[in-house]
């Protein structure tokens, strides 16, 4: 079948309508996507271009979620932090409570001021002060005797005089005795070793409680005791003349007055801090500075305290600084549990756990961040006692010591808070900048791809309205050849 000759008319009008019907379709598939390049075909150098800096925000939005993850664990230690803050805040408040509270108990007691001696005593033990007894006499001895035995001055002895010249022979022996340590000293050669050599052996034992000594006015030869409370026994095969055993001076004990007690228990460096004493109308009032009970003993001849047959009394411990060494523990344990409890999505910087966040697709800029040398945040390494008991409180130089421990640790967890908000800081300043690096590529991809809606909907009604006007010039196109098959008719 051969071709069908169309006019020229009309062939034009065809090429036009089919020109048109392409270009309507290119401009409405850019209004459907949106893209004026939607293929390496349509543009291959803004094509690619798009492509990588696509490509790119893509990477950088997969690291929006680690940031996300980071500021929230972040968010998480620092909640912890401050909730540890809290409670330091609250245990620096007990311990502050326990330093300002003066509660402790007092005793009175009526001593005895009769039938006392030097065993007389009152003791104090237990409570702040141990097992080992603190012992306070009730008397005062008032004898001022003593003992003194002198030999006969009528030879006008000197530390010279041979013990020959005093009444000593060779192989004689003087023996002097304090009734608890004795020396003997014997004569070798009476007419060389003179009186001197016997004050030197005498005065030369350190345990004897006599001093030898010769007058050098008087030539008087004199044994002195060291103790009023002891004799002088003197002994031997010879002697010199005059000297004689003295028997030890009989010894008087008076009570101590009650306010000489007070200042000598009040100034007794063992007491002091523990115990404090002072005159409560005549009886003895003891205050125990301790959450212990204190053993109170009086040893005396008549074995009796308070006017009473006993010999023995306790004051109880204070109960209110007892009470606040429990709440101090309490408050311990919840500090370790905040540190245990503030962890997000499997990690908590409080325990020493390492956050990595990657901040560029290439992996070459990040952040590691951890607690100072990766140590837990807990009481331990804040250096918070672990346990206080109730005596540790007996002391206020020990609860100073403890508030001291908690200021170095409060120090710490704001140390290791501003650390971690230096950390947040950054990774929300690196979220944020990450945000506009992605809308920057995003929107450069598109200045390179995007199709422009409102001259691409001009066009398509522009193509549209050529469209008609093409059919339009068909159809007349055609009407030429129709009237030849009028006259064909």
């Given amino acids: 079948m051969s071709d069908i000759s169309l006019s020229k008319a009309v062939r034009a009008n065809l090429n ?35 492509k990588g800096l696509n490509n790119r925000a893509g990477d950088l939005n997969a690291l929006l979620d680690g940031m996300a993850n980071g500021i929230q664990t972040l968010k998480a230690a620092d909640n912890g932090l401050s909730a540890m803050t809290k409670t330091l805040e609250s245990m ?16 009175s007691y009526t001593l005895p001021t009769t039938g006392l001696d030097n065993t007389s005593v009152l003791s104090f033990d237990a409570g702040a002060i141990g097992d080992t007894a603190v012992e306070i006499n009730l008397t005062s001895q008032t004898n001022t005797a003593t003992p003194v035995a002198t030999a006969s001055t009528a030879t006008g002895l000197t530390g010279a005089t041979t013990l020959a010249a005093a009444g000593l022979g060779d192989g004689d022996t003087i023996t002097v005795s304090d009734g608890t340590e004795t020396h003997t000293y014997t004569v070798g050669t009476a007419a060389t070793e003179d009186l001197d050599d016997l004050i030197a052996g005498i005065n030369g034992e350190t345990d004897l409680d006599v001093t030898a000594s010769i007058d050098a006015d008087t030539g008087a030869f004199t044994l002195t005791a060291d103790n009023g409370d002891v004799g002088i026994t003197v002994g031997g095969t010879g002697a010199i003349a005059g000297l004689a055993t003295q028997a030890a001076p009989t010894a008087i004990y008076a009570a101590k007055t009650l306010d000489a007690l007070v200042a000598e228990i009040n100034g007794n460096t063992d007491l002091k801090g523990n115990v404090r004493a002072s005159n409560d109308n005549g009886k003895l009032r003891i205050e125990n500075q301790s959450t212990q009970v204190l053993n109170v003993d009086g040893v005396t001849s008549s074995g009796a305290i308070d006017g009473s047959t006993a010999d023995s009394a306790t004051i109880a411990g204070n109960t209110v600084r007892a009470g ?20 997000f999505n499997g990690i908590n ?28 945040v807990n009481s331990a390494n804040l250096g918070v006692a672990t346990t ?3 005596a540790d409180l007996d002391s206020d130089t020990n609860i100073d010591a403890e508030l001291g421990k908690l200021k170095t640790a409060l120090n710490d967890v704001r140390s290791q808070a501003s650390t971690f908000g230096s950390n947040l800081s950054i990774v929300q300043g690196r979220q944020d900048f990450t945000k506009s690096m992605i809308s920057t590529l995003q929107d450069g991809a598109g200045n390179l791809t995007l199709a422009d809606m409102n001259s691409e909907a001009a066009n398509l009604l522009a193509l549209q309205t050529r469209q008609s006007l093409a059919s339009n010039s068909l159809s007349l196109a055609s009407q030429q050849d129709q009237s030849v098959l009028q006259l064909i008719r």
Wanted: hydrophobic share 35%.
């Fill in 324 to 343: 606040l060494a429990d709440q101090f523990n309490e408050l311990r344990d919840q500090l370790d549990k905040l540190a245990d409890d503030a962890s």
């Fill in 92 to 107: 620096q408040s007990t311990l502050r409570q326990a330093r300002q509270d003066k509660s402790f108990q007092t005793a």
């Fill in 349 to 376: 910087l409080l325990r020493g756990d390492n956050l990595a966040i990657t901040f560029n697709e290439t992996g070459t800029s990040s952040i590691d961040i951890q607690t100072k040398n990766g140590e837990t």
């Fill in 388 to 390: 206080i008991e109730a």
């Fill in 16 to 50: 036009s309508l089919s020109s048109t019907a392409n270009m309507m379709a290119e401009t409405q598939n850019r209004l459907s996507t949106g893209n004026k390049v939607n293929s390496a075909l349509d543009n291959p150098s803004n094509w690619f271009t798009a």
